[in-house]
């Protein structure tokens, strides 16, 4: 072929290769945007959070941290906060004791119950009653009337006064579960919330990590360029995938974001700072241990143990249980109630006639009861008796949901585990031996530019699963404490 010719055929060429490598970027290297993924043994740096990142310079080790650019553009998003707060899961716990709004409600609610005791146990006051008049009805003897001034007291009987104080202790004591109900509620969704944000930070740090795999990749194509072993078409497509993760590292900081909103929400912060999780338990590969989970390959608590401590103390449970305590307190006041009280009265009366009428005075009694004949609490003493009925049910309906819920998440729990010891024992490790061996076979001319792709992209598929398993294991364990109705140590 002469040299013209050859000039003319090597455009061509160009152009099929870059066609090629596009389909083949197509098929294997689609981004992800919702994954997420371990960081592999790098720890981050303790004096910046997510929101000082910058950007990796291309080529830099994997073991750096995560890095975003720090000016704003119209492709970057970038995290805006006011202040950066390092928080550890018992500072979370704590701030949300003191600050969560439903906490604080409950605690109210609890007040408001001691209350209506001293209510409850207040007796009638009496009464005074004086009648006094003037003018000739009053002042002329044909008229007759008395000036009078007297005494009434209501006098409850049947007990009513001691069935409302037992009705109101119930009812306290009801208030008083309530709160530690909804106390462990919010605990398990600070719970919950603290390990999102973990894994939302976790999530940046695959992407950077990914990132600088791609970028290296780059690098090992303009040198395989320079030195003529590659087309430049290869630098395009190698530096195309890089970019494919600027969308992800956008997608990552926004998870940030949420999380740290969620959090903050539930901490009872209204303006959600920079918040930076201490602990990112198993998604380090190399913790030692963790505040949010206990290590995969430590020994399950019993299960029958876990389910007679969540029979007696699970607090929703107890709440159902006391429920029935104030409706039978409901039940007897209602009763009670049925009874007449009696209305008791004295006083003295004396007259103001005018002479020559002798004045006249002297003392009364008085009784006064309403006579029980067309109605005798029939309404309250039946809704009383149903709303015992109805508490008996939802007692049951409680321990059945509790017997499931701890059956269920023992079981998740089992699972996790299982799945994240495959994955470090065999996948995780798996994945960056492939990743590197076709690096180098590519670097040295054995393996081709789709081959690295295909195997980073199967990396990055790995560190996702592993990464969906960490997550459904902290999940789990925050399900089997909430079903179980108290912390869980280990």
């Known amino acids: 072929m002469s040299k013209n010719k050859a000039q003319a055929v090597k455009p061509i060429v160009l152009l099929l290769a870059v066609t090629v490598l596009q389909s083949c970027s197509a098929f294997f290297c689609c981004p992800i945007l919702a994954a997420s993924g371990p960081i592999f043994e790098q720890p981050q740096q303790a004096t910046s959070g997510p929101a000082q990142l910058r950007p990796t310079a291309p080529g830099s080790s994997m073991h750096q941290g995560p890095e975003i650019p720090t000016e704003s553009s119209p492709t970057t998003y970038i995290l805006k906060a006011e202040r950066t707060v390092r928080l550890t899961l018992k500072d979370a716990f704590e701030q949300a004791e003191e600050h969560n709004p439903e906490i604080l409600k409950a605690k109210q609610d609890v007040s408001l119950a001691a209350a209506t005791v001293v209510s409850a146990g207040a007796r009638p006051n009496p009464q005074l009653a004086v009648q006094m008049g003037f003018g000739p009805a009053w002042t002329k003897t044909i008229a007759g009337n ?10 409850e009987t049947g007990g009513k006064r001691a069935a409302r ?6 009812q306290q004591t009801a208030s008083s579960l309530q709160l530690e109900a909804i106390r462990f509620d919010v605990r398990t969704r600070v719970r919950r919330a603290y390990a999102e944000l973990a894994a939302a930070q976790a999530y940046s740090q695959l992407i950077e990590n990914m990132r600088d795999l791609a970028e290296k990749l780059v690098n090992i194509a303009t040198e395989r360029f320079k030195a003529g072993s590659a087309a430049e078409a290869e630098i395009i497509q190698a ?33 959600a700072p920079n918040l930076v999780t201490e602990d990112q338990g198993l998604f380090r590969l190399q913790a030692a241990q963790s505040e ?35 409706s039978t307190k409901q039940l007897g006041l209602a009763r009670a109630q049925r009874i007449p009280d009696l209305i008791l009265g004295s006083g003295f009366a004396f007259t103001t006639f005018q002479a020559p009428e002798p004045q006249q005075y002297g003392a009364y009694l008085n009784v006064n009861v309403d006579l029980p004949i067309f109605y005798r609490k029939q309404g309250e003493i039946m809704s009383a008796k149903v709303s015992i009925e109805q508490a008996k049910t939802q007692t049951v309906i409680a321990q059945n949901r509790l017997i499931s819920e701890v059956k269920a998440a023992y079981e998740n729990v089992r699972l996790a585990r299982a799945n994240i010891a495959k994955y470090r024992t065999q996948l995780l490790q798996g994945a960056t031996e492939t990743v590197h ?39 789990a364990w925050a399900d089997l404490e909430k079903a179980v109705g108290q912390p869980l140590t280990f």
């Open 292 to 326: 949010l989970v206990p290590a995969p390959d430590q020994s399950m608590p019993d299960e029958v143990n876990l389910l007679h401590s969540a029979l007696s103390k699970r607090p929703d449970l107890l709440v159902s249980q006391q429920q029935v305590a104030v």
């Open 165 to 170: 104080i037992r009705l109101s202790k119930a």
């Open 239 to 271: 530096q195309l995938t890089a970019n494919q993760y600027d969308a992800q590292r956008n997608s990552a900081q926004g998870r940030i974001r949420q999380a740290q909103i969620q959090l903050s929400t539930l901490l009872g912060q209204p303006v």
């Open 146 to 155: 008395t000036q009078q001034v007297g005494i009434n007291q209501i006098v």
């Open 437 to 475: 061996l076709n690096e180098l076979g590519y670097k040295y001319g054995r393996n081709r530019l789709s081959d690295v792709i295909l195997a980073q992209q199967s990396m990055q598929q790995i560190n996702i699963g592993y990464f969906d398993v960490v997550i459904a294991y902290q999940n």
